[in-house]
């Protein structure tokens, strides 16, 4: 049982490159979330998902598109990379609503875009 | 849109001692949530809180639900090396759409007294 699992660990983008961040969770959770850690700052949600086949903006949605084709993966894509984006990318899952429920966190994705 | 204000934002301990930090709102939220985070790792859930009032404590860690809902605390008892690491709180709002997601304050980092 690995949890919730990103790759890659680390990358490096110039601006306007794109790029997909991938999270696995081996838990049957429905619920799934990607967020954004900056320094100094809690964590932003990005986007989240409800279950296999649905996706809904959180608080910082523009420039970041998501999809959750299958129950245990949630994709986050970068269609053009900014400076803005340089950050860390966490993803985490729960099997109930948020609240309702613990949610669990990915190690992170550390993201440059220079 | 709700805002979480945590303080302090840091503070160092020496071993022994007990240590104290705390979240407000201007919103009402039905559920706390503490959250430590160690470098290179995603949060970690300490503790949850669902009703007002309610304290809660798990080891040498005790929190508290306000009754106002709009704060919460966190105490850390007999501190020890392994305590140091940012520490989150995180509040949700009402059932359901995307005012469920949770909502994280901006950290208080505890480090060690050189």
């Known amino acids: 049982n690995a949890g919730v699992t990103q790759t890659p660990k680390f990358r490096v983008l110039k601006t306007g490159q794109s790029m997909t961040l991938l999270c696995a969770q081996d838990m049957n959770h429905e619920y799934m979330y990607w967020y954004r850690q900056d320094p100094g700052m809690g964590l932003r949600l990005i986007h989240y998902?409800?279950?296999?086949?649905?996706?809904a903006k959180g608080e910082v949605p523009d420039g970041y598109n998501v999809s959750r084709l299958k129950k245990q993966n949630f994709l986050l894509g970068l269609e053009s990379a900014a400076p803005s984006q340089t950050s860390v990318y966490f993803c985490?899952?729960?099997?109930?609503?948020?609240?309702?429920?613990?949610?669990?966190f990915g190690p992170g994705t550390r993201l440059t875009v220079l | 849109g709700q805002q979480l204000n945590q303080s302090p934002q840091s503070m160092f301990i020496q071993e022994g001692e007990d240590v104290s930090m705390n979240c407000t709102s201007s919103s009402i939220f039905n559920t706390w949530l503490w959250y430590k985070q160690d470098p290179g790792e995603g949060p970690v859930l300490l503790i949850a809180?669902?009703?007002?009032?309610e304290l809660t404590s798990n080891g040498r860690l005790t929190a508290q639900f306000g009754i106002t809902r709009k704060d919460s605390f966190l105490n850390i008892s007999a501190s020890i090396p392994s305590d140091v690491g940012i520490y989150f709180c995180?509040?949700?709002?009402?059932?359901?759409?995307?005012?469920?997601?949770?909502?994280f304050g901006k950290g208080t980092k505890l480090s060690v007294k050189p």
């Open positions: 809180l669902y009703k007002a009032g």
């Open positions: 995180a509040g949700q709002g009402s059932w359901g759409g995307s005012q469920g997601n949770l909502i």
């Open positions: 985490a899952s729960s099997y109930l609503a948020p609240g309702a429920d613990t949610q669990y």
């Open positions: 998902s409800v279950g296999e086949g649905t996706t």
